[in-house]
């Protein structure tokens, strides 16, 4: 069980050089090679693509077909974010300062031998940790709630592995955060409360890439809604405003710059969350690339000075 930690560490920086490769070898392929079909540059682009970037929606061979479904099922990423890391938001916050433990399975799982010992800010760890997860599960309520009652989402399909992937995600996110808390909470002892820097720097650089992710969400479903808020179309257009004039996916960068702001909230030296944070930067500009060169195959006036993903890069 000691070896935990070090085996997630591990495990995030293998999947964020998976989608690095995946990355390079996307930009690599001639145009030829990126159209729908079978064999396995077809199950390669279906893993890599889902809703306005998986060419020909559902033209796909029979067996690709047979493994998508709907995008909108994004929401359940958020459900399953919201109550796992609302339960173990739970059970921290009663070991943090009702005087309760975490249970014996979380201890076992996330035992880290020596930490606690060699910690000489482990009231800090603490809090930092409490503070990530609150974060986090703040991040998966509004994307519930976006998905619920801002996002307008059309018939575009994802591949199955890719919604198992996401259902996993957050599951694995939460549970790295819970790695950072040394494994004897309390014991009995008042928690010591001390406000970093750091903390207040992480918590303001989260709420600025929060407000601004949510506008360019409500700028992508208001493209196909009406003044009244009634949807008229499911089809794709050109977004302006916020930072989509600089980039095609600013609601993507908006979820690098949340992560970068949790590895702030946790003392920068953490490396585990920053090997989170490699993943999610590769994760996020494979998807950044592709809505990009879908923006400019489909429509000709589409602003040549906008960058992917990240602004004037």
């Keep these: 069980a000691g070896a935990m ?17 995946a990355l390079l070898v996307l930009r690599r ?27 020909g929606g559902g033209q796909g061979p029979a067996w690709l077909r047979r493994l998508q479904v709907p995008k909108r099922w994004f929401t359940h990423f958020y459900v399953v ?12 916050f009663r070991a943090e300062f009702l005087g309760g433990s975490l249970p014996s399975w979380i201890q076992h799982v996330h035992h880290a031998p020596g930490r606690d010992s060699q910690s000489e800010d482990t009231g800090n760890e603490h809090f930092s940790a409490l503070l990530v997860l609150l974060l986090l599960w703040l991040h998966s309520c509004r994307r519930l709630a976006e998905c619920l009652w801002t996002s307008v989402f059309s018939n575009g399909v994802i591949h199955i592995v890719q919604y198992c992937f996401g259902l996993g995600y957050y599951i694995a996110v939460g549970s790295t955060v819970l790695c950072q808390v040394p494994t004897d909470v309390r014991n009995g002892k008042e928690l010591s409360v001390q406000i970093c820097w750091y903390h ?3 918590v303001t650089m989260y709420i600025w890439a929060s407000l601004h992710q949510h ?10 809604k009406s003044k009244s808020g009634k949807v008229i179309s499911l089809s794709h257009s050109i977004p302006f405003g916020d930072w989509f004039e600089t ?11 949340i992560y970068v702001s949790m590895a702030i909230t946790l003392g920068f030296h953490n490396v585990m969350w920053w090997c989170v944070v490699m993943c999610v930067l ?23 000075h906008r960058k992917a993903f990240i602004p004037f890069v």
């Design 5 to 21: 930690p070090a085996v997630l560490a591990a495990a995030w920086a293998l999947l964020a050089a998976a989608f690095l490769a």
């Design 29 to 55: 392929q001639e145009a030829p090679a990126r159209r729908p079909g079978g064999g396995i540059s077809g199950l390669f682009q279906d893993l890599l693509r889902y809703g306005k970037t998986k060419s």
């Design 81 to 92: 974010s919201v109550l796992w890391n609302g339960f173990l938001l739970i059970w921290l």
């Design 200 to 202: 207040i720097v992480g």
């Design 215 to 224: 506008r360019c969400l409500v700028i992508l479903a208001n493209l196909r």
């Design 247 to 257: 980039v095609s996916c600013p609601h993507y960068f908006a979820e690098l710059l």
């Design 282 to 304: 590769f994760n996020q500009a494979l998807a950044a690339v592709l809505s990009h060169e879908f923006y400019q195959k489909n429509f000709s006036s589409y602003p040549k």
